[in-house]
């Protein structure tokens, strides 16, 4: 016997938990890629893209590719071999951008803020006044960072190079939280983002979006790393339908992500999808602190205010998290998010800890779910823990309705 039989919860931060209508749009033949109601979707689909992303003054490029290729894409079209970038690394993922610049011939500068901590403004400051030269070209850090999941202050790096008064363009890495937390392309002064459809945009992977600025399209002009596939620049207002995409459309994600932009936007609201969010992670937040004042469970990044709406990581303690992510799928029927590399020095550690993603088409009863799916484990276990863990969240829940 098996109470792990039923729908399965993928709870993981991305790829996300797909809604039925998204799928079922896509449950379709394929249609004409030239002329009809496919072309006209996709036009309809941009002013929609900058809602999201708060970006009325940017382009939006559409890729066919993860978020690995929208990096690629991002670096090519701005920077020129032998260019240097500053990396801020909170986690695995602003340091794996680092590592594609590099292998395009970028020379990178990394300041590693370790996988607990958010960007100190204080150091990028100092960075930026030691470049007397203004040899940085760019500056690459990420709104979320999906091992740690740690938030960082986009804003407040804007106002860090203006404070300086650098030039650099502004790169944001939101493939983990657009539409999950709250972002201001144009407001908070980003000259580069990038995202993709599985997270937030609850769209299976496949599409990458990047998202840009004037100012970074004229370094484009300079750019020599581009080439024609990652060009944007014939994928913004195409003269022809194939040009979006350099080649045959991704149509039947088209489809899926028409559908999840009107749920997000023309059904929801923006500003209700990120409250709701914030909402199930305190839910998150509130039963791990409970659980942790009379056991070894903590969540990653200690200050809430510097934690993702999108995705917790969760340290359970000696080797608790690699014990609970095999219970909670063969018992509960739930699938939690593996630690990613670089979460801690000591490799060893990995076993401690789980990510849970609470991202895009979540609600209170899949979120309390697998809280008092968690708590069962840790019973089940005999992992010290407070028993009133699930209240706490419970109590987030009640006081938002």
Not at 240 to 262: I, M
Request: charged fraction near 20%; charge should be negative; proline fraction near 5%.
């Amino acid at each position: 016997m098996s109470l792990a039989n039923g729908r399965h919860y993928l709870a993981i931060p991305g790829p996300s938990v797909m809604p039925d209508r998204v799928l079922q749009a896509m449950h379709r033949p394929a249609p004409n890629i030239y002329t009809g109601e496919l072309v006209e979707m996709v036009h309809g689909l941009i002013p929609d893209l900058k809602a999201v992303g708060r970006a009325q003054k940017a382009n939006v490029a559409i890729y066919i590719a993860n978020g690995h290729g929208v990096w690629e894409a991002a670096l090519c079209n701005t920077l020129s071999r032998g260019d240097k970038i500053l990396v801020l690394g909170t986690g695995r993922f602003c340091l794996g951008w680092g590592e594609f610049a590099a292998g395009l011939g970028i020379d990178c500068e990394i300041i590693d803020f370790g996988p607990q901590s958010d960007i100190d403004m204080t150091r990028v400051a100092e960075a930026l006044a030691a470049d007397k030269a203004h040899e940085i070209k760019a500056v690459l850090a990420v709104q979320v960072d999906t091992s740690s999941s740690v938030r960082n202050d986009i804003l407040a790096l804007r106002q860090t190079l203006d404070a300086a008064g650098h030039p650099a363009l502004l790169f944001s890495d939101n493939i983990a939280c657009l539409a999950c937390d709250a972002f201001e392309f144009d407001a908070w002064g980003v000259d580069v983002m990038v995202t993709g459809s599985q997270k937030g945009l609850m769209t299976p992977p496949g599409i990458g979006f990047v998202y840009f600025s004037e100012k970074a399209d004229q370094a484009r002009g300079r750019a020599n790393c581009v080439t024609p596939y990652w060009d944007w620049r014939p994928r913004v207002n195409p003269t022809e339908f194939y040009k979006y995409f350099n080649g045959t459309a991704p149509t039947h994600h088209l489809y899926g992500l028409r559908v999840a932009l009107d749920m997000i936007l023309h059904e929801e609201g923006l500003e209700a999808v990120w409250a709701r969010h914030a909402t199930l992670a305190r839910a998150v937040w509130a039963a791990l602190d409970r659980w942790g004042a009379n056991g070894p469970i903590a969540a990653n990044v200690a200050d809430p205010a510097k934690r993702s709406h999108a995705v917790t990581t969760v340290d359970m303690g000696t080797g608790n998290g690699a014990k609970m992510r095999d219970w909670m799928t063969a018992t509960a029927g739930v699938t939690l998010g593996i630690p990613l590399q670089g979460l801690r020095p000591d490799p060893a550690r990995a076993v401690d800890f789980f990510r849970i993603g609470h991202m895009g088409h979540v609600n209170a009863h899949m979120v309390l779910g697998l809280l008092g799916s968690l708590q069962a484990g840790m019973k089940a276990m005999q992992i010290p823990h407070d028993p009133t863990g699930l209240e706490a969240a419970i109590e987030v829940i009640g006081e938002a309705g």
